[in-house]
């Protein structure tokens, strides 16, 4: 079966850090392009970095560029979000899925983590 499981998350304070992990089971992660959403409260996901393996790209919401970074741990079968210098509205829930990251919406992303909740505050 094919599985996305998040943890990571957590309480942190702003300018703070957190690495999000995405470990997957039943298929090889770069094998597929990943990408991480988050949710905050009352507002809709959004797409906020992809990696393709296939196409050698990683791509960005404008929000995060220079402060969170993607990687994946072929051995572990996992991708990381590395997010550093933490804002407030970083506050979301974080899900990675498995889709396209030429096409870097929620519908074009058809497995889906559970999510793990990421809260930035004082």
């Known amino acids: 079966q094919v599985q996305l499981v998040e943890s990571g998350g957590g309480l942190v304070q702003p300018g703070g850090s957190l690495r999000l992990s995405c470990t997957a089971s039943?298929?090889?992660?770069?094998?597929?392009?990943i990408g991480w959403f988050r949710q905050a409260p009352g507002k809709e996901r959004e797409g906020v970095i992809c990696?393709?393996?296939?196409?050698?790209?990683?791509y960005y919401v404008e929000s995060v560029k220079g402060r969170f970074t993607v990687s994946e741990d072929s051995s572990q079968n996992t991708v990381y979000l590395q997010m550093n210098s933490l804002l407030p509205e970083d506050t979301a829930v974080y899900y990675c899925?498995?889709?396209?990251?030429?096409?870097?919406?929620?519908?074009?992303?058809?497995?889906w983590g559970q999510g793990t909740q990421v809260t930035v505050s004082s």
């Open positions: 899925a498995r889709g396209s990251c030429r096409r870097f919406r929620e519908p074009n992303f058809g497995s």
């Open positions: 039943g298929f090889r992660l770069d094998h597929y392009d």
């Open positions: 990696i393709s393996i296939s196409d050698s790209l990683t």
